[in-house]
């Protein structure tokens, strides 16, 4: 999957800390990932499982049960160089199968498959390692990452996922060289359509569940930059009945979390609404959504461009310089008024994701996404100043990509 998984920290913050009722929790966790080394995981002590046990979740499951040795042959015993990517939960590594009896097979023949392996970290990892096949096996959707299977043997944990050969939004985002070329507007809209369809369809099934993780490296890429949600060990199970919200523990990422939730721990689908706003901001500005390596004042995204995205005059300061004018206009006041409105501070007033759908197609079903000559000669400047002028990915064309080892008072928004 690439490097689908980014470096896990344990980080506790006291002032973060909510109270806990419990309330159809089905995951937990204790640490998580970050941005490169920008953001880091809020988190705090666990909280209970969902009723199910660990039995009835493996049973009613439908997913290929793997032994250990199965996944060490298709994986070449874990060989370092078969390493996809690496973080607290453990490392994913590249592996073949049989399409159709899913044994294991030689390297370069069958279906790529993603191994993840748990690392040895006692009950919290095999809380979130049961949350993945909880919800993955029950879930299913084109923008979800589809889970193939598991292993539980001795202390063994492992996960089988598809393969998903384009990697993490994070990588195209924020990486740079040869290996990751900047993602033309086309592509970073239709990458923004796909992972909001993926979390329209975790709060309107049958049983609302929060995503509760929404940032750039959970949202993977195929071979066609489509995109995909991964990593379900934060998930949880919406508001019942008159219910407005669910109260938990906060957990989630530093510059993602919606600012009621860090201050309540009231969980909302409205929270996962303002993490897809973060994660589309960082879209329009290739910037991180907390980097402290940028000047005072820049650190945060989100408060640094809030007064652009309002003002139309000013979104061209938000946007990435490497763009250089793919966009209209129109095209670019209506991606910032999505973002502004799901980043209110106000959750009442934020769209749902369904709305945020309804937005991004009707950008590109008006030909929103085609190139504007005025948008083109004001942000060369910033492009060259940036130094960060190439080839989009859409211009790469079909060239296969290899990757490497991980080491406004904007215009009117019609909905």
Not at 265 to 270: M, R, V
Request: glycine share 10%.
């Amino acid at each position: 999957m690439g490097n689908c998984w980014g470096s896990r920290i344990k980080a506790v913050n006291p002032s973060f800390s909510a109270p806990s009722s419990g309330v159809n929790s089905r995951s937990s966790r204790k640490g998580g990932k970050e941005l490169s080394g920008s953001s880091s995981r809020v988190s705090s002590s666990s909280i209970p499982l969902t009723p199910r046990s660990q039995g009835e979740i493996l049973q009613s499951s439908n997913l290929k049960s793997f032994t250990f040795g199965e996944l060490k042959s298709a994986t070449r015993n874990f060989r370092p160089d078969s390493v996809l990517g690496e973080g607290g939960f453990g490392s994913v590594f590249k592996g073949w199968i049989d399409e159709q009896t899913l044994t294991a097979t030689k390297p370069g023949t069958g279906a790529v498959i993603a191994v993840k392996r748990l690392n040895q970290e006692g009950l919290q990892g095999h809380r979130e390692w049961l949350a993945e096949v909880n919800y993955l096996s029950q879930l299913h959707h084109p923008n979800l990452v589809k889970l193939i299977g598991y292993c539980l043997e001795d202390d063994h944990r492992l996960l089988v996922y598809e393969f998903m050969p384009r990697g993490s939004l994070e990588n195209h985002l924020f990486r740079r060289g040869s290996y990751f070329q900047p993602l033309s507007w086309n592509l970073r809209m239709k990458v923004a359509l796909g992972a909001a369809k993926g979390l329209a369809f975790l709060h309107n099934s049958d049983s609302i569940v929060i995503y509760r993780d929404f940032k750039t490296s959970n949202v993977l890429l195929d071979s066609n930059y489509n995109a995909k949600l991964s990593d379900f060990g934060l998930a949880k199970d919406g508001p019942t009945g008159d219910k407005s919200h669910v109260s938990t523990r906060v957990m989630g990422t530093y510059g993602y979390a919606a600012p009621e939730y860090l201050a309540t721990g009231h969980l909302t689908t409205k929270s996962d609404v303002y993490s897809f706003g973060v994660v589309l901001l960082e879209m329009l500005s290739g910037r991180r959504a907390v980097d402290k390596n940028r000047p005072n004042g820049e650190h945060n995204l989100v408060e640094w461009a809030r007064p652009y995205l309002l003002n139309k005059r000013k979104i061209f300061r938000v946007l990435d310089g490497r763009l250089e004018g793919q966009y209209s206009l129109i095209g670019a006041q209506k991606a910032a008024s999505i973002a502004a409105l799901c980043l209110s501070s106000d959750s009442r007033y934020r769209l749902t994701m369904d709305e945020v759908v309804s937005a991004l197609e009707q950008i590109q079903e008006t030909k929103d996404t085609a190139r504007s000559p005025q948008v083109q000669r004001k942000v060369g400047a910033g492009a060259a100043a940036q130094g960060a002028r190439g080839k989009s990915m859409e211009e790469v064309g079909s060239k296969k990509v290899a990757y490497p080892r991980p080491a406004a008072a904007a215009a009117p928004l019609s909905l």
